[in-house]
């Protein structure tokens, strides 16, 4: 069992509880959507220091208590996302949605280390994804307090001005949301909720992998972050207009941006460990943006693209090993 790294459970619903993890400490990958009996997921997991992927979607009756996740850093050089790196469809992440025993817990202000332990740990451990992951937990409508730049929910940015300094790593985006009575489209562009890049005749989106639907958050609140690294935010240097689009179903609240360094990282466990954030005087995760006018948008035809379609030589040399791994498997009929 050590070489398990992808473990599916999703839609087991006689599932009751997970099992014991410590006979699989590889895992890097485990889906438990929509199993609607679990009702605690075993201890154990927190010695799965290679997990990097962890959904939860519709666990309707996981109960409030949720064991230690595990926080640190990962061993197997995660040899499963290094796999599938040419795929867009495996992103990294955590997804703690529509699991309303546990909604009003993980909303609290004292629960604020669950998003910074998984930031914290997955961008240590940039071999897990391609240009970014993401973060979606129950949550209030407050924009964590660690972003720095904090904007209404319609509101579009562009970057003005950014200091390229050597220990700038990425891109942290957050933003606040619930689900409304509005009508939902199914498969059309216009039923996705996204982060947007919007230039003079193409945008970039950022989609969020979870299909929203409206009975299934029970009026809750959550929150959606995403971190995107420094090879992939070509953003600081196009002038790209900013912002979080939905549709009508998705109330946006608010959404935030902050410029993540090499010392953000060393404080963030700083504060996991109860201490107070470090004061850095000289403002370096400041960022220079301008509001954008919504009539100053392209009125135009607008090609949607997903986000990170350039791919950097080194995406694109794992690119190819992974297409090379896939024909190889498709040879020997695995």
Avoid at 35 to 49: D, K, N
Avoid at 56 to 85: D, H, I, M, Q, W
Avoid at 271 to 298: C, I, S
């Amino acid at each position: 069992m050590d070489s398990l790294r992808v473990l599916h459970l999703s839609g087991c619903t006689k599932l009751e509880s997970t099992p014991d993890f410590t006979r699989i400490t590889n895992l890097e990958y485990l889906d438990m959507d929509e199993c609607t009996s679990v009702t605690s997921i075993h201890e154990s997991i927190g010695v799965l220091s290679n997990l990097t992927f962890l959904s939860l979607r519709n666990c309707t009756n996981l109960l409030e208590a949720l064991p230690c996740l595990p926080t640190g850093g990962a061993a197997s050089g995660g040899k499963y996302f290094k796999t599938v790196s040419g795929s867009r469809d495996h992103r990294s992440g955590l997804y703690l949605f529509d699991c309303p025993k546990m909604a009003h817990i993980l909303s609290k202000p004292w629960d604020w280390s669950l998003d910074l332990a998984w930031l914290s740990r997955l961008i240590q451990e940039p071999y897990h994804f391609r240009c970014g992951f993401d973060i979606v937990i129950p949550w209030g409508s407050e924009i964590p307090w660690w972003f720095n730049e904090r904007f209404r929910e319609d509101s579009i940015v562009r970057i003005m001005e950014f200091n390229l300094d050597e220990n700038w790593i990425g891109f942290a985006f957050c933003v606040t949301f619930e689900l409304n009575n509005g009508p939902v489209v199914a498969s059309s562009s216009s039923s996705r909720f996204y982060l947007s890049f919007e230039s003079e005749h193409t945008e970039e989106c950022f989609d969020m992998s979870l299909y929203l639907k409206v009975n299934e958050t029970n009026g809750s609140k959550h929150i959606w972050i995403i971190y995107i690294s420094r090879e992939h935010c070509h953003f600081v240097k196009t002038g790209a207009h900013i912002t979080f689009k939905a549709q009508p179903s998705v109330k946006i609240n608010a959404w935030g941006m902050r410029s993540i360094f090499l010392q953000d990282v060393y404080d963030f466990k700083t504060m996991q460990q109860g201490q107070p954030l470090p004061f850095h005087p000289n403002g370096a995760n400041h960022v220079d943006f301008d509001f954008v006018e919504k009539g100053n948008t392209n009125p135009g035809p607008i090609f949607q693209l997903p986000y990170n379609w350039l791919l950097t030589e080194e995406d694109e040399v794992e690119k190819n090993n992974a297409e090379v791994k896939e024909n190889h498997l498709l040879y020997a009929g695995l």
